[in-house]
């Protein structure tokens, strides 16, 4: 079984950043693909950024250029640096991550609010 602690969420101004982080534990694991999702009230969950085990990232259309995702092997943690935030990235945000044999679990989601 694996737990995942999220954590960065809060309010914050048109413009202003945040940084999001996951953390996964538990015992026998090898942590995969990971990644971040949201979702706002009344509107189905999306992607938002991956981040391969080798490194490898993508992101939507809607935070490129703003948003970057990273992440710590050591510390089994995913990031996500949120940059020039606006109020329609206001949502709950999840963290996924997918174990090497193709397990996924989520986060708990955390509160991120933009106001105008």
């Known amino acids: 079984q694996v737990q995942l602690v999220e954590s960065g969420g809060g309010l914050v101004q048109a413009g202003g950043s945040l940084r999001l982080s996951c953390a996964a534990s538990?015992?026998?694991?090898?942590?995969?693909?990971m990644g971040w999702y949201r979702q706002a009230l009344g509107k189905q969950r999306e992607l938002v950024a991956t981040i391969s085990s080798a490194g490898s990232t993508t992101y939507a259309d809607s935070v490129k250029g703003r948003f970057t995702i990273s992440r710590d092997h050591a510390k089994n943690t995913v990031y996500l640096q949120m940059n020039s935030l606006k109020p329609n990235d206001t949502c709950v945000y999840y963290c996924?991550?997918?174990?090497?044999?193709?397990?996924?679990?989520w986060g708990q989601g955390t509160q991120v609010t933009v106001s105008s």
């Open positions: 538990g015992s026998k694991f090898s942590v995969g693909a």
């Open positions: 996924r991550v997918q174990t090497a044999w193709g397990t996924v679990y």
